[in-house]
């Protein structure tokens, strides 16, 4: 049925009927000024291209609905309408409720429907009500507590003034940080400045120390420790929270990180790392930097607040500051470096040439030789008090305490090399050629416990503190429990050697040569995900709460999501080969072997308007003793990627192009030699 636009008879059924009442004379006016004429034949003076026989235009494209109607306006009214409509609304104050809704009712029933359309579209938005305007602003951060969507959020605070400043309430701010698993800002702080305190102790130690030359005393017995200088030296105490912060080769340190400029705020928080976060997935900027002209295989990489750290086959440790700008050569080895752990500012290096050296990153100063093992030194990490633990081809673990430059203890007990070791509290666990995983104590200088169930060697060892997880070349990955020594869970799938494992929480995450990468539950002892990452061996392997990073001999890159298992993206461009990758929040280092040379590429995910999680070091790295002028030149204005960079023609510098590393001072020199061991 075709509606009319004639007025609606006043007898019809649907009208409103007043009856008499004072204002009929003031409605039959308005009657007259609103009544609609009818419609004329059409003039001949129309378009021809709108006349009924026409062809019909095309269509264009109707206005854009504003999001409240505008009030009309009286510019071009009659002089005669005018007054009219002003002597009405004077009239129309005077009335009572009831008489005015009869006047309203009698003006509808005479307007057409496009009339009542604009009356609706003119009265919609009038009688809409915010309701943050009336209830508590409890109830209110409770209903947006629900939103998900953090772009709902920020269009919501787009919405007035009040919506503005309730959504800049940190309650809703800190819960979207929880909803999307985003770390809270006490836990960087707290973690950082626990392990600030132990590394600031451990560092006045070191570079406070002036010992004398050591005097004469035998060489500590297996099992045996050696208690010197009148008790500066004690046994270590149990900490069940203190843990490796460092899995060598595959993740970064955190180990001495200084607290990072407090957030100031949850929101800003979370807008920090929703930026990150999108840019891990989409964006992201690299800088590109050549190590050496020829093919040299990375042994060890370690990322911290402070440094990146490279030790390679040449017997060269490279050490460059968080944006990738070279600060200084470590040299003082003499064959391969194969193992190494950073502590702040403090270096421990191992390697071919059997020796265990004790750095000052900040000036490139060897502070120890430490001496004792027989074969090459194949793994190290840090434990408390400042003591670091080495294994050994020679079969043997030996714990050193980094200020002093002595040996603590020999644990021997092994039958073949120790492959790898991790550290948690007092606790120390190592995996061996010999088939076997020993549990050792560092303050007793024994082994606990003995995990017997490989077939073969084992390659890795994870380790945090309430469990153990081994891998070996025998494909499988076994858990066991510290306390007892007993075998609790069996992981089959892998189809050769496991050589990559971490644990965080309940989760595993392990990699192996047949280029593999699974998830398990520890809580099932089942595989989450099959991630059939790469085409050949897996060479890295680190994950967090978010994704998963792995690097293989097929040259690429892969972030996955932990949750889900699929592949987010592939990070930079294929190589010939990856050697190592290591990130840490908004920071990734690759490794890579690209032409014959070994290339590293730095990753930024930080917001481009927000500075870095390097810029407190940036006083130390451009320092002219540690980054001439002349290299700093050769950092800047080469685009790379879209990003400025720095380099030669594409975008690397070569290491031969770098500063050679600073000669110690005699003094330091001396003191080194006499303090070996």
Request: aromatic share 6%.
């Amino acid at each position: 049925m075709i509606e009319s636009d004639d007025p609606p008879s006043p007898t019809s059924p649907g009208s409103l009927s007043l009856g008499t009442s004072p204002m009929s004379g003031i409605l039959h006016r308005q009657n007259s000024l609103s009544r609609p004429q009818r419609p004329h034949p059409l003039p001949s003076s129309i378009p021809h291209n709108l006349l009924p026989s026409a062809p019909a235009s095309p269509p264009t494209p109707a206005p854009s609905p504003t999001p409240h109607e505008r009030a009309p306006t009286w510019n071009n009214a009659g002089e005669d309408e005018d007054a009219f409509l002003r002597d009405a609304r004077a009239h129309f104050s005077t009335l009572d409720t009831s008489e005015r809704q009869r006047l309203l009712a009698e003006l509808l029933n005479q307007c057409t429907t496009p009339q009542l359309s604009f009356v609706q579209n003119f009265v919609t938005p009038r009688l809409l009500k915010d309701p943050f305007a009336y209830l508590p602003s409890e109830i209110c951060l409770r209903v947006l507590s629900f939103v998900d969507d953090v772009r709902t959020l920020a269009r919501a605070s787009q919405v007035s003034k009040l919506w503005r400043e309730l959504l800049s309430d940190d309650m809703a701010w800190k819960l979207m940080c929880e909803k999307h698993a985003y770390r809270r800002m006490s836990d960087d702080a707290a973690t950082a400045a626990e392990m600030d305190q132990s590394y600031s102790d451990t560092i006045a130690s070191v570079v406070s120390l002036r010992p004398a030359p050591i005097p004469h005393f035998s060489r500590p017995t297996p099992g045996s420790s050696s208690r010197v200088f009148g008790g500066l030296v004690g046994s270590s105490s149990s900490d069940a929270n203190f843990g490796a912060r460092s899995f060598d080769g595959a993740t970064s340190s955190r180990t001495g990180a200084r607290p990072r400029p407090a957030t100031v705020s949850y929101k800003s928080h979370f807008k920090h790392r929703y930026m990150v976060e999108t840019a891990w997935r989409h964006g992201g900027r690299v800088v590109s930097h050549h190590i050496t002209p020829d093919q040299g295989v990375v042994t060890s990489l370690h990322l911290t607040p402070r440094y990146i750290v490279v030790a390679l086959d040449n017997a060269k440790i490279h050490v460059f500051d968080p944006e990738g700008t070279h600060l200084r050569t470590l040299t003082g080895h003499v064959m391969g470096v194969w193992a190494m752990i950073p502590w702040g500012d403090i270096l421990v290096s191992g390697g071919c040439d059997r020796d265990v050296r004790v750095w000052d990153m900040s000036t490139g100063e060897s502070k120890y030789v430490l001496k004792g093992h027989t074969s090459t030194v194949r793994c190290l990490k840090m434990a408390q008090n400042g003591l670091a633990v080495s294994g050994s081809r020679d079969t043997t673990l030996r714990v050193w305490d980094i200020r002093t430059g002595l040996c603590r203890h020999i644990l021997v007990g092994h039958s073949a090399s120790v492959r790898c070791l991790e550290v948690g509290g007092d606790l120390i666990v190592s995996g061996s050629y010999d088939t076997t995983a020993r549990i050792w104590s560092i303050s007793e200088g024994r082994c606990l416990r003995v995990l017997v169930g490989h077939f073969s060697q084992i390659y890795a060892v994870a380790f945090d503190g309430t469990r153990i997880a081994t891998g070996s070349l025998d494909t499988s990955v076994r858990i066991w429990e510290p306390r007892t020594g007993q075998c609790i869970g069996v992981l089959q799938g892998h189809t050769s050697l496991v050589g990559h494992l971490q644990m965080r929480g309940e989760t595993l995450v392990t990699g192996g040569s047949d280029g593999s990468v699974r998830v398990w539950s520890l809580r099932d002892m089942a595989p989450i995900h099959r991630l059939a990452a790469h085409d050949n061996s897996v060479t890295s392997l680190q994950f967090d709460d978010v994704r998963v990073v792995s690097g293989g001999s097929d040259g690429r890159v892969k972030i996955w999501d932990l949750k889900s298992g699929h592949m987010v993206r592939e990070l930079s461009t294929p190589a010939d080969a990856v050697w190592r990758v290591a990130f840490e929040g908004d920071k990734a280092v690759i490794m890579a072997s690209r032409a014959g040379r070994t290339i590293m590429e730095v990753w930024s995910f930080s917001p481009q308007d927000e500075p870095s999680s390097s810029t407190m070091h940036e006083a130390r790295s451009s320092s002219p003793a540690s980054c001439p002028e002349t290299i700093m030149a050769g950092h800047e204005g080469k685009v790379v990627g879209g990003v400025s960079g720095g380099g030669d023609a594409d975008g690397d510098t070569r290491m031969s192009d770098l500063p050679e590393p600073t000669t110690p001072r005699q003094g330091n020199s001396k003191r080194t030699t006499n303090n070996n061991i």
